[in-house]
């Protein structure tokens, strides 16, 4: 992603000194080469962070899924155990 970015703001970097030359037609290519290049890899980017955002949500909805089964569990020991210590009592 840093690597990206870098080359995102290298872009930039140059598309901004060939502007700042002056070099007419020249200068206009390279601004419009630049700007198309930025749309890749904007591109990319979003759909990389897309993929890693369905990727989370996946894992934290299975980890949540378990931690709730795990949750059941241990409430269930729990009411047994309060049954039994019920019982016990009233004998």
């Known amino acids: 992603m840093k690597n990206t970015m870098m080359k995102l703001m290298g872009i ?3 598309a901004g000194a060939v502007a700042l030359t002056g070099c007419g037609k020249q200068a206009n290519a390279a601004l419009d080469k630049a700007a198309d290049k930025t749309v ?4 990319n ?3 990389q962070t897309v993929a ?3 990727e ?3 894992a934290t909805k299975e980890v949540a ?3 709730v089964e795990k949750t059941g569990a241990g ?3 729990a009411g047994a155990a309060v049954q039994e210590t019920g019982a016990n009592l009233q004998k």
Do not use: D, S
Not at 40 to 43: E, N, P, Y
């Open 65 to 67: 899924g378990q931690v």
């Open 40 to 43: 890749v890899v904007a591109t």
């Open 52 to 54: 890693g955002a369905k």
């Open 12 to 14: 930039g970097a140059i």
């Open 45 to 47: 980017i979003a759909a």
């Open 56 to 58: 989370t949500a996946a």
């Open 75 to 77: 409430l269930e020991k």
